[in-house]
């Protein structure tokens, strides 16, 4: 149940029991990442004085070494989720491998596995345009107590309990799913809370905004190449319009509110894709099938998906659902 003015925190707290392994360790690692936004938010907002008070790389006035926003990102969430004693393992797009939490006490009770890409678009920083960070969910498989295995981590995405993201654009969002629909969050720099402005979001079944680097174009698959040309043919009943912000959290949740549709097909120089399934492609398939979109890779759903590594890529196709099915028409037409 949502509330005018309620906060995040107030709605975590009272959504508590309708998530089905009610513990209050989902709530508490929800206010972790809650906090580590709050903090990477603020040096987001700072991106733009690099020039002024020093850029990545430098040193700054306490001797300290100054980072870019994505390691500082990184090691923020890695930081503050790790204190909490209620997640045993991190894999995050930044870290070559997974990080075991207190992986060698035995009365360990840890029980949540997260993945997180700190910082998605980060080529956006350079020029102000908005980025984000996604986090995706899971209850670990292996026995608690035991140090965590790549098992772990490499599970389908429709094993994910929670999954999110922060937007850091206009105004910096907090938007996530437990599985009970959508609910998005605007934090109020003044007083540093979130407070609940998007209730139960929903991708609308239509839309007309596509989403995609066409820059990529002659490399597309040819089924990605037709639904292009389809959603450009102007016959007054396929009004389509192209929008790409080349950060993966800021285009979904645009086409999420306005219904639409991304797509980060294969192509001769990313011959899986780009995007990161663990870390980017099932997070975000849990939000859009939680706000009734959808999410494939042309062929299979995203979520059905069995991971094979940490870092593995994945065509992926997100969004509102009628567009999506259309895609993967010309996708399995092309196939015959
Ligand atoms: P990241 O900054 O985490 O590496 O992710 C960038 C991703 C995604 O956010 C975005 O949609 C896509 O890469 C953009 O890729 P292109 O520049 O190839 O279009
Ligand atoms: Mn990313
Ligand atoms: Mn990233």
Redesign the pocket.
Known sequence: MSKPNQTLGEFIIENQTSFKYTSGELSRLLNSIRLAAKVVNHEVNKAGLVDIIGNAGDTNIQGEDQQKL?VYANEKFIQTLTKRNIVCGIAS?EEDDFIAINSQDENNQNKYIVLI????????IDVNVS??T?FSIYRRVTPLGTPVTLEDFLQKGSAQVAAGYVVYGTSTMLVYTTGDGVNGFTLNPAIGSYYLSHPNMQFPADGNIY???E??YSDFPVGIKKYIKYCQEDEGERPYTSR????????FHRNMIKGGI?M?PKSSK?PKG???LL??CNPMAFIAEQANGKASDGFTRIMDIVPTELHERVPFICGSVNMVEKAEEFMRNEEL
């Open positions: 994505d797009e890409d700190p910082l998605d678009g980060s080529s956006n980025v984000g996604i989403s995609v680097n820059g990529n790409y912000i080349g950060s993966l959290v800021s285009d991304y980060y990313n780009k995007l990161r870390y980017e």
